[in-house]
């Protein structure tokens, strides 16, 4: 029983860690994705809508 235990626990481990990889691999690639297009246009930067002011800000990397 104490085995059926630790691999469950492994394996909750590893699938947290798989998601968490993931995640950070999409937001990496979506930030190299801007910085292309940025590049590729020649922007300086990407605006974004801040909801609370109503102002366009430079988006935060």
């Known amino acids: ?8 626990a492994v394996g909750a481990a590893a699938y947290l860690g798989y998601r968490a990889f993931v995640r950070e691999a999409e937001r990496v690639t979506a930030k190299i994705k801007r910085h292309e297009k940025q590049a590729k ?15 366009y800000r430079p988006a935060n990397d």
């Open 1 to 8: 029983m104490p085995q059926l235990i630790f691999f469950a």
């Open 41 to 55: 246009t020649g922007a300086c930067g990407t605006l974004v809508l801040d909801p609370k002011t109503g102002e």
